[in-house]
């Protein structure tokens, strides 16, 4: 069935290291991917999306690429910072109403 | 512009109480959800819909139920709340798909819900 996997963590990093964090999916047709970003006590926020083949989703300078052709959309970030920590959840939307497909979400910590 | 709300933000209940949260959005958004998030599980659908008057179950509805009686609210009921609905509950809205591409959700901020 139709499923997202990602790297769960936690990842810890340094302040102003290069970021990525790995998503695939397995979906029919052509889905639209998303991220989303939690903060601590918080709800979800879309960070960035992509809606069809090789487009690229770009926000707060995180950046993903919609391929296809391996079914990815890995999130990238040059140079992350400290109040980049959070939970980042990949996701779809499968070509009905019927909501989000999510991935179980990745802890991510930036050590100063 | 308020986004989406939800009541309340915390609550505690004693295994067999119901009650019911509510979501509400100022987006004049046609579609709803309601999800529940556990640690290590994401985020997991229990409820939709499509508009007012109607909903749909999605990948884990047993133990709840949902009410679509106006546009901006959807709400979700526990009539006989359980241990294992122990959870934080998100709802979200989203619009209409443009030409068969399905947009992002817009999420309420959580209710943390202990079941005792």
């Known amino acids: 069935g139709d499923s997202v996997t990602q790297m769960e963590g936690p990842v810890t990093l340094s302040e102003e290291a290069f970021l990525t964090i790995n998503c695939t999916y397995t979906a029919t047709g052509y889905p639209s991917l998303f991220w989303y970003v939690q903060y601590p006590g918080e709800g979800l926020q879309l960070l960035l999306k992509?809606?069809?083949?090789?487009d690229k989703g770009s926000n707060k300078g995180f950046e993903a690429t919609y391929r296809k052709e391996t079914t990815s959309f890995h999130l990238e970030k040059g140079s992350v910072q400290v109040s980049d920590s959070a939970v980042y959840f990949c996701a779809f939307s499968g070509g009905g109403a019927d909501g989000l497909t999510f991935g179980k979400g990745t802890h991510l910590i930036i050590q100063p | 512009n308020a986004g989406v709300t939800q009541t309340p933000k915390f609550r505690v209940l004693k295994t067999g109480q119901s009650m019911t949260l509510l979501c509400a959005q100022d987006?004049?958004?046609?579609?709803m959800y309601w999800y529940r998030q556990d640690p290590g599980m994401g985020l997991r659908l229990i409820h939709y819909?499509?508009?007012?008057?109607?909903?749909a179950k999605g990948e884990v509805p047993d133990g709840y139920n949902v009410s679509r009686l106006k546009k901006q609210n959807f709400l979700l009921g526990l009539e006989s709340a359980a241990p294992s609905q122990t959870s934080v509950y998100f709802c979200?809205?989203?619009?209409?798909?443009?030409?068969?591409?399905?947009?992002?959700?817009?999420f309420g901020p959580g209710t943390r819900l202990t079941v005792l």
């Open positions: 819909s499509v508009g007012e008057g109607t909903t």
């Open positions: 987006m004049n958004h046609e579609y």
């Open positions: 992509a809606t069809k083949a090789d």
């Open positions: 979200a809205s989203s619009y209409l798909p443009d030409s068969g591409v399905y947009n992002e959700q817009f």
